[in-house]
């Protein structure tokens, strides 16, 4: 069965670094697009990032555009997301998920999240 | 725009059919997806495409889309479907997934 887990969460002070990571399992990681996606306590869903099968295509949000760095290994069937220069707004659970664009365009899997709390 | 709106909350008695909906210009050209999320739990996938739903859905989750906006609906509402219900597309350039800013069900 599909799993996503992601790890790397925790407590970084304000202009810190913090550098996420989501294990994929039950299917093959390297045809499929990769998304992050944040929900800020109490808030909605945002989406942060995706890249394509091969890495080649990627967006981001406005919102972390030039400070987050997403990639993926397609040889251990991860999923990274780098955070720079945090700021106390990117306090959140973050999703990993995985996107379906060939047969529609929706995300079928998510993992549980981890939190990133970013406070001093 | 690039923006997707959602009612804020929406409540059905139970046994009910609710109609949840979701508007925004990036409609009129790409579906919906569906995704409903219970407390401390992930988003969980209902609907996407025309109206298609994942493995162990109930079919009493349905999709349907006019002009600019989507819709989720409920026939026969549970229990269990008391949670958020957040609508996704994409933007205007159609580069960026988008989401609208959530329902919150509540079952009467």
């Known amino acids: 069965q599909v799993q996503l887990v992601e790890s790397g969460g925790g407590l970084v002070k304000p202009g810190g670094s913090l550098r996420l990571s989501c294990a994929a399992s039950?299917?093959?990681?390297?045809?499929?697009?990769m998304s992050w996606i944040r929900q800020a306590p109490g808030k909605g869903l945002e989406w942060v990032s995706y890249?394509?099968?091969?890495?080649?295509?990627?967006y981001y949000a406005d919102s972390v555009k030039g400070r987050f760095t997403i990639s993926r290994d397609n040889a251990k069937n991860s999923l990274y997301l780098q955070m720079n220069s945090l700021r106390a707004e990117d306090t959140a659970v973050y999703y990993c998920?995985?996107?379906?664009?060939?047969?529609?365009?929706?995300?079928?899997?998510w993992g549980q999240g981890t939190l990133v709390t970013v406070s001093s | 725009s690039s923006e997707l709106t959602q009612d804020p909350a929406v409540s059905v008695a139970l046994g009910q059919t609710v109609r949840i909906t979701c508007q925004g210009d990036?409609?009129?050209?790409?579906?919906a997806s569906w995704y409903q999320q219970k407390p401390g739990q992930a988003p969980v996938l209902v609907i996407y495409?025309?109206?298609n739903r994942p493995s162990g859905i109930p079919d009493r989750f349905s999709g349907s889309s006019s002009g600019n906006t989507a819709s989720l609906t409920i026939t026969g509402a549970q229990a269990e479907d008391e949670a958020d219900y957040y609508c996704?597309?994409?933007?205007?350039?159609?580069?960026?997934?988008?989401f609208g800013g959530g329902t919150k069900l509540t079952v009467l």
């Open positions: 990036s409609l009129r050209s790409y579906y």
């Open positions: 996704n597309s994409r933007d205007s350039s159609g580069n960026h997934p988008l």
């Open positions: 039950g299917f093959t990681f390297s045809d499929y697009y």
């Open positions: 890249i394509s099968s091969s890495g080649s295509t990627i």
């Open positions: 998920a995985r996107r379906e664009v060939t047969m529609g365009d929706y995300f079928d899997y």
């Open positions: 495409g025309k109206n």
